[in-house]
């Protein structure tokens, strides 16, 4: 559920206390995109210009992409820039004293019971924490960079899965002594070749990460970290580039008689429907499937044709 807002008010979702420099601050129409998702909720704001005083709920992780601001927090004082997560923690406040330029940024306030069971699962013991300064590693700006990107299109299951890799690779970062249960290499690569099988054996059916975590006997968080990092691509997103290359192939083949149509190509390989489909082309190889089918195999016009 995405929500357009021309700005966000002091009982905006129960989240947080808005305070805008000690009065009221009118935000430009079109500014600010709020997004919920299961575990938490997500803003997108381009050309940021305010100076907030926040108190947070929730575990808030903040990204800079465009700008600098100087924050007060933790009676500290420091810059925000580009290149690190800043996590902000329940029960804390921080505020914005400075902004250098209009700011383009994103702010996750993820539930703090959803941060607590995945450090419990790491074997972090306790309250988690984050450093004050950030988290600057490639992996952590990577695991966010990837569920930014899940929550313009993709289905529950799967954005729960980004967020899953993003919490661990987080609480890994900030707590590099943990002693989490990580899975090992045989596990992973079970893990993948199950999950080839079943999607060969029925392209349709729906993944289950947690039921694959129990087959391979690994913790489902770990499972997510573990198959992000040696694969460098998540479960879903695995099977999701499966799904469109073996479509690929199947555009180049050509008209049967098991797929005499694109509709029937999409049913084929588990899409929902010929939109799902396009969305998912577009995605991975930046065209149509009405252009692939064309460029690849002209017997996909003759086909539409008679």
């Known amino acids: ?17 808005f305070i805008a420099s000690g009065k009221r601050v009118r935000a430009e129409p079109g500014r600010n995109r709020w997004t919920a998702f299961h575990g938490g909720v997500a803003l997108e704001c381009s050309g940021g210009v305010k100076l907030w005083k926040l108190v947070h709920l929730h575990y808030t992780l903040c990204v800079l992409h465009r700008g600098r601001a100087d924050w007060k927090y933790r009676q500290s004082h420091f810059s925000v820039e580009p290149g690190a997560i ?8 921080h505020e914005t004293s400075r902004v250098y330029c ?8 993820l539930d703090p019971s959803e941060i607590r069971a995945v450090a419990d699962e790491l074997g972090i013991r306790g309250e988690p924490h984050f450093p004050l300064e950030g988290i600057e590693s490639p992996e952590s700006l990577s695991a966010f960079s990837r569920f930014r990107a899940q929550l313009a299109d993709s289905s529950p299951a799967q954005l729960e899965q980004a967020l899953a890799g ?18 090992s290499e045989s596990a992973l690569v079970r893990a993948r070749r199950l999950l080839e099988d ?15 975590a129990r087959d391979v006997g690994v913790p489902y968080h770990s499972l997510v970290h573990g198959f992000s990092k040696y694969y460098a691509i998540a479960p879903y997103e695995f099977v999701s580039s499966m799904r469109a290359q073996y479509t690929l192939s199947e555009l180049r083949r050509g008209p049967s008689s098991e797929c005499s149509t ?14 799902h489909m396009t ?28």
């Open 1 to 17: 559920m995405t929500i357009e807002r021309s700005g966000p008010s002091n009982d905006d979702i129960g989240m947080a206390s």
């Open 86 to 93: 800043y996590v902000c923690e329940p029960g804390e406040a």
């Open 102 to 109: 209009p700011g383009d940024f994103t702010v996750l306030f």
């Open 166 to 183: 993003l919490t661990s690779q987080l609480l890994l970062s900030a707590n590099p002594s943990a002693q989490s249960l990580r899975a």
């Open 198 to 212: 079943q999607f060969l054996a029925d392209p349709t059916q729906r993944l289950c990460v947690r039921s694959l």
């Open 262 to 275: 694109l509709t029937g190509v999409a049913h084929k390989w588990g899409y929902a429907d010929s939109a």
């Open 279 to 306: 969305r998912a082309l577009r995605r991975h190889f930046a065209a149509t499937p009405g252009t692939l089918a064309q460029q690849l195999n002209p017997s996909w016009t003759r086909s539409r044709r008679s």
